[in-house]
C-alpha cells in the first residue's frame, strides 16, 4: 500500500495554475528550446500551451519566457533564468511534500495496524 498525491499550487481565487502538466511543459521547453514542440510531445494543442504558460507567469509575475518569432529554422522558446529557478525550487517543493507524505502515512498505517487509529 502506497499513499499518492497531486500537488498543485493554485491562484488566490483557487485556480490551478502549477502542478506536473506545467511542469512537464517547462521542462519540454528546456529539453526542446520550443514551445510548439514541447506542446506537441504532450499531445497537447499549443494553443493550449501557451494559456498554461500565461497563466503561470501571471500568477508568479514573472517572465519565465524568452521568445523568438521566425518559424521553424530561427524561432523557439527558451526559459529565462527565473524559469529555469522555478522549475528547480517547484521540483525541490514536490519532492519534499512527498518524503513528508511517506513518512506521515507510515506512520499512520504502524497506527492502525497498533489499533491506534480511533474513529
Same mark, same amino acid.
Given at each position: 500500500? $502506497?499513499i499518492?498525491?497531486k500537488?498543485?499550487?493554485v491562484?488566490?481565487?483557487g %485556480?490551478?495554475?502549477?502542478?506536473s502538466?506545467?511542469?512537464?511543459?517547462? $521542462?519540454?521547453i528546456?529539453?526542446?528550446?520550443?514551445a510548439?514542440?514541447?506542446?506537441? $510531445?504532450?499531445?497537447?494543442?499549443y494553443?493550449?500551451? =501557451?494559456?498554461?504558460?500565461?497563466r503561470? $507567469?501571471?500568477?508568479?509575475?514573472?517572465?519565465?519566457?524568452i521568445?523568438k518569432?521566425g518559424?521553424?529554422q530561427?524561432?523557439?522558446?527558451e526559459l529565462?533564468?527565473?524559469?529555469?529557478?522555478?522549475?528547480r %525550487?517547484?521540483d525541490? =517543493?514536490?519532492k519534499?511534500?512527498?518524503?513528508h507524505?511517506?513518512? %506521515?502515512?507510515g506512520?499512520?498505517?504502524?497506527?492502525?495496524?497498533?489499533?491506534r487509529?480511533?474513529?
Open positions: 500500500m $502506497e499518492r498525491l500537488i498543485n499550487i491562484s488566490d481565487l %485556480e490551478p495554475f502549477m502542478g502538466g506545467p511542469l512537464s511543459l517547462l $521542462e519540454n528546456v529539453r526542446y528550446s520550443s510548439n514542440r514541447a506542446a506537441k $510531445e504532450m499531445n497537447l494543442s494553443v493550449k500551451a =501557451l494559456k498554461m504558460l500565461n503561470l $507567469e501571471k500568477n508568479v509575475g514573472q517572465d519565465f519566457f521568445r518569432r518559424g521553424n530561427r524561432g523557439g522558446t529565462t533564468y527565473h524559469g529555469k529557478r522555478y522549475i %525550487e517547484y525541490r =517543493l514536490e519534499r511534500l512527498r518524503q507524505a511517506r513518512r %506521515e502515512f506512520s499512520f498505517m504502524k497506527r492502525l495496524k497498533e489499533g487509529v480511533h474513529a
